[in-house]
């Protein structure tokens, strides 16, 4: 039986296949906390899977409700403009489905608060020079 929830981890991509990994760690220690929830990655370009293919795959395996996680530092013009284009198509094709985006991961308080603490903290090490 296959999963009704699904969350996808949204990111830019980018040619070198190591700018993934940090993503896929997330996205293991994410489905890791919420093992009824399917997490899966999607990119904008330059890597595969990219967001549609995602999108069509999980509502062809049953998935209902699906929620996106920008995981962008702040909300520029891939935020704010094609993903919303982008989240509108996916919508018009896939009725059935619940699709729900969230804030850029950049622009949560908890976020943030987190990256402050591993910046604070940073000064307490030696400089690799």
């Known amino acids: 039986m296959s999963q009704q929830r699904a969350l996808i981890l949204f990111a830019h991509g980018a040619r070198a296949a190591s700018w993934a990994a940090p993503f896929e ?3 293991d220690l994410t489905q890791a906390r919420q093992p009824g929830v399917r997490v899966v990655l999607a990119f904008l370009e330059l890597m595969q ?13 049953g998935v209902s409700d699906i929620t996106v996680v920008p995981v962008f530092l702040g909300q520029g013009g891939h935020v704010l403009r094609d993903l919303p284009l982008m989240v509108d198509e996916l919508r018009a094709a896939h009725p059935q489905a619940a699709i729900t985006v969230v804030e850029a991961a950049g622009e949560n308080e908890a976020v943030l608060n987190a990256l402050s ?3 604070v903290n940073a000064l307490g090490h030696p400089s690799p020079d």
């Open 25 to 27: 760690r997330l996205r």
């Open 49 to 61: 899977p990219r967001l549609p293919e995602v999108t069509a795959a999980l509502i062809a395996d």
């Open 117 to 119: 603490d591993y910046c």
